[in-house]
């Protein structure tokens, strides 16, 4: 294996005489002895990172230090953006050469290394589920042809002319699916949000975070009515034979990378509820949330709500206010969520926000077993956090402990509960269970 790096102009190249170096939090490392690095997946991408040189080590692995020039030319640092499917297990090893750098903008950067006329990535698949593998979506021509069709039947419908945005504009892979007839369709609602997460991916103040939000905020309410029609045709059009037989049927979920908190409009979503469930008993209606409501999220459980996800980047208190910075709502309204739909017996997944050497640092660790012991949710969602690391540890004030590896800590989780399921995406309620 060798080490990757960039020039100025962006252009990659592998450097024979160095092995790759990754981080875990803010140290330097090489790959733990049962570690492996994969073929880097189809649909991912490489990183030039601007006022960051790339660290090298010995072949002895003794010291780690900057690689400032190659043939006299200055080298950047490179990373990987691993498709989805994939957790990262480093991330990219690089030293800010540049007091000036700018803070990075909001993709999961992990560490990539060559061998052999390729590229490898730190990177395990943790859900083969193909919902959002690039290669089913290399479909341009006949996603329009849908598109087309579906704005023409529900022209007066807002929700179905944003989704046709995000699936041509944003391409957006969820997006995508609704008007292809499969899988999860997405189901954005909430202009409002009562969080202002330092990762949020549509309003940022760039101004003081230093990058851009990846798309803009839903900027109108859809209707309970125009929400139940986007819904119950996914639910009667999704064509079940693409899924793999754990799959099952189609799912709806409420709260998308393009809005706010569903909560802040949940008496509006449960009526939609209401509506989709008084026509049809077919389909999975999934909330993904920040769980800040928990009136809310009873309200919307009593309207028939199936499944719940509930997203933390940490357990630990203080780093879960430091980067949600929760307005109007406190920590504690989250477990309550979290006791609530346990209570009510819907399937509870936890949305957990992956950083390496820091979701498996020993403190944090130790807080996510003490909570899955307190609240035997059914599964953890392994969400890679697409931050700038150094942004994200000094802002939520990190305070170091020692990693033991992700892939540790997944064997740890599949050793200490055995019915916990580990992946990223939503599953059908026919897969359901307890």
């Known amino acids: 294996m060798e080490l990757v790096y960039c020039d100025q102009q962006g252009q990659v190249f592998n450097h024979p005489s160095y092995p790759p170096v990754f981080r875990e939090g803010r140290n330097f490392c090489t790959l733990r002895k049962n570690d492996k690095l994969i073929k880097m997946p189809f649909g991912s991408f490489l990183f030039s990172l601007p006022g960051r040189t790339p660290i090298i080590v010995d072949r002895g692995r003794q010291n780690y230090r900057p690689l400032t020039h190659v043939d006299r030319k200055a080298a950047l640092a490179a990373s990987a953006f691993v498709s989805s499917g994939y957790l990262r297990t480093y991330l ?3 030293h800010k050469s540049n007091p000036e750098a700018p803070t990075l903008s909001l993709w999961g950067y992990s560490g990539v290394a060559y061998h052999r006329q390729e590229f490898y990535v730190p990177a ?3 859900d083969d589920d193909p919902r959002s593998d690039p290669a089913i979506h290399e479909n341009d021509a006949l996603l329009a042809k849908k598109v087309k069709k579906l704005t023409a039947l529900f022209p007066q419908n807002r929700l179905v002319r944003q989704l046709a945005y995000c699936s041509t504009e944003y391409r957006c892979l969820c997006a995508r699916n609704f008007f292809l007839n ?12 009562n969080s202002r997460c330092l990762g949020c991916l549509s309003h940022q103040d760039q101004e003081q975070s230093g990058f851009a939000a990846s798309q803009h905020r839903l900027s109108f309410k859809p209707t309970p009515e125009e929400i139940a029609e986007v819904i119950l045709y996914h639910f009667e059009h999704t064509t079940t034979h693409v899924y793999p037989v ?4 189609p799912i709806a ?12 409009r949940a008496k509006d979503l449960a009526r939609a509820i209401r509506l989709i469930r008084n026509k049809s008993d077919r389909g999975t209606i999934n909330l993904n949330t920040n769980g800040s409501l928990p009136l809310m999220v009873k309200e919307m459980i009593d309207a028939g709500l199936d ?9 630990t208190p203080d780093y879960y206010n430091r980067y949600y910075r929760p307005q109007a709502y406190h920590y504690s309204d989250v477990l309550k969520s979290i006791e609530l739909a346990l209570n009510a017996n819907i399937f509870v997944s936890l949305n957990l926000f992956f950083l390496p050497g820091f979701t498996d640092c020993e403190a944090e660790v130790l807080s996510l077993f003490n909570f899955l012991e307190a609240f035997p949710i059914s599964m953890i969602q392994t969400r890679n956090l697409n931050i700038d690391p150094d942004f994200y540890l000094d802002r939520i004030e990190f305070n170091h402990s020692p990693a033991i590896g992700t892939i540790t800590l997944l064997q740890k989780l599949r050793s200490q509960f055995p019915s916990l399921r580990l992946g990223q995406y939503n599953p059908c309620k026919e897969s359901l269970s307890k």
């Open 92 to 94: 990219p090893a690089y």
């Open 124 to 126: 395990i698949r943790i």
């Open 182 to 193: 499969r899988y999860e369709a997405p189901i954005p609602t909430a202009p409002d949000c």
């Open 246 to 249: 754990k799959s099952g049927g």
């Open 253 to 264: 979920s409420f709260g998308q990378g393009c809005e706010g908190e569903p909560l802040t």
């Open 307 to 315: 499944s719940i996800r509930i997203s933390m980047n940490s357990i």
